[in-house]
């Protein structure tokens, strides 16, 4: 199978729809799912094509009220193609011998099947398929048709249907779902198209297909439509072992693109113009090979390094180079499935640091959705009486909140309410990618332009949130919620929200710190304007300081840092018992709830709370931050603070093990590397029980790359010096891994067990720093490689 191919063998109902999810193509513009091209959706098949960004809002009622909901819209589908022979039934998939194959490499889906009719025609087919990662707007899908038994007319249907919905998921079924209204639909020689608009946001979106068959004799077309789709039918003779191949070239535009004379002729054009399938295949094949290239990440081990592949493979479907100036955020699902209905949440956290070193242009684009959406941000801050930015916890179309506020528990099959908005942390997030995109690139201009704007006002909002406890001296952050979705409320109380989550004050007191630290960095003529532009006032940098060293963390008896004010006092949950009575535990609210209990009782976490900080900081960085915080942190404490939650966490969100197999990577490297195969199984083998069937998990796959690229390599930015540190987890041989940083294009890493090796690309790059295993720094040029086996231990070797 070797490490660029996931194959199936064999048509699995049951499946299908997370062979789907898997098999998507895209190239971060618009991306379609895996799904059969002759499907249309129903409870096996889910066709979806989601372009990035397009969003659309509809009202539904629901338990008496009406609920909002902005969803990434389902794209007109335009796969479809099928045939038959002459007189007999359209090919059914179910009636055929079957395999797929996902060439990762390439960016090729391909199916083989044979198929049998009544009649007893058989038939086989060869298909191929490819969404461009050379021209963003194209897509393509070629078909070999060969008669094994049989001569006589073959009828080809190739369509665009705009009837579809948003109803992938199934929890969400009741609310709105129609999204699109078709406008027009038309034909010309071997051209269909079809124009579309969504509801609300009036986004309009066009496809235009050019169907081509290349066979001997006379081809008959026909062109049928109906509300809502076209199609065209093509008759051609076929004869016994003479095959006939059907390419279907299809252009995708919207009114959000640039540089068109509007979408419709866009498309129109693009289809007429766009080269033959093999053609755009080659182009398409050498953007990938640029891709891979930039993105190269060995870890050593075929099994492991075929799913690193598989997660390569999607984050860059996902976010490419494509996505530059697009005005979209990191979807929390990928484009592959309408989960979260495409929501932008706080799993950048996992998916820019390591794009950051990799590919910054996509990553500077990423942080301008934020930027552009500050003032959305600004206004939620307002309203809640606040100063600053307060970021969404759900992020869509123009930045307002887009948590929903009731979510449905199938368990219980109750709708309840929702108030995981008050994860204000997704601020700290941003903050944090904005720092290290800084540290990864040096782009003083971006900082200065945008990033100084967004790290200021996520910082003043909390400067300000924060309220004094004069008889303590320390400033509390009150009715907020930690990352851990499992408390969002103290037990009986009326009102959401918790007081001085850990995590979250931390974040809050690194983030003043970098705002501090971004006001010194910035050219005196810009720092100044931006005072101006934002008011800040003299004495509000003063309330930065003094927050960011008096914020409040909470402490067990024992020294170990608690989740939140009151967690201590929570109860201990029988994990063994309800292990025992359920099996799988992951969605342990959805079991309490059904019982008519909460998770909000229990020391019972759904995912890393806490152990973010590990995560995020380094033991020096931490240690340094409580120390200004007034706090001595215990290095000894480190382990077994990981140790106490550990033991009391279900693992209910895909992002848990990422985390885990960080903080565990120095302490316990066995361990780290169990939670590391368990998150690279995460989605292949779709662990969380059928969510990935409806997208992938895409932090959770860029967490895994960024484990390989940042944690065993122990790699850190700060000073203006690559800090690395390698610790290999005793699963893999060596790890190789090439960066972009601070302007060079390839810095080569290999880290084996014995030591590491840094070689920089030849450029006219100024040297860089580096220090490696806590050695002292020392200056590499452009064009020598050197080896490293402990600290201070250099050796040039090229
Ligand atoms: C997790 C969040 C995450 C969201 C989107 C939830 O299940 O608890 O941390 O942001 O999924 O991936």
Redesign the pocket.
Known sequence: MGVWRVIYDGFDPDTERLREALCTLGNGYFATRGAAPEATADDVHYPGTYIAGCYDRLSSPLAGRTVVNEDLVNAPNWLPLTFRAEGGEWFDVRASGYRQELDLRHGLLTRRLRYGDAAGRITSVDQERLVSMDDPHLAALRTTIRAENWSGALEIRSGLDGRVRNSGVARYRGLADVHLLVGSTGADEDLIWLDAETVTSAVRIAEAARTTVAAGGAIRRETRDGPGWIAQHLTVDLRRDEPVTVEKVVALHTSRDRATGGPLEAARLGAERAPCFAALRDRHGLAWEHLWRRAHLDVGRPGAQRTINLHLFHLLQTLSPHTVGLDVGVP??GLHGEA?RGHV???ELFVLPFLSLRFPDVVRSLLLYRWHRLPAARRAACEAGHTGAMYPWQSGSDGRDETPRMHFNPRSERWLPDDSRL?RHVGLAIAYNVWQYYQATGDLDFLSSYGAEMLIEIARFWADLASLDTSSGRYDIRGVMG?D?YHDAYPGSAAPGLDNNAYTNVMAAWTLCRALDVLALLPSGRRAELLEHLGLRPEEITRLEDVSRRLRVVFHADGIISQFEGYENLAEFDWGGYRAEYGDIRRLDRILEAEGDTTNRYKAS??ADVLMLFYLLSADQLTALFDRLGYGLDRAAIPKTIEYYLARTSH????SAIVHAWVLARSDRAASWRFFLQALDSDLHDVHGGTTAEGI???AMAGTLDLAQRCYTGLELHGDVLHLNPRLPPGIPGLGVELRYRGHWGIRLHADHRGIRIGLRRSAQPPIRIAVNGGPATTLPAGRTVWFAGPGEVEEIG
């Open positions: 929390a699902r979260y949440f706080w799993d994860q990352p979705e759904k995912q209910g969100s895909t992002l998990h895409l932090g």
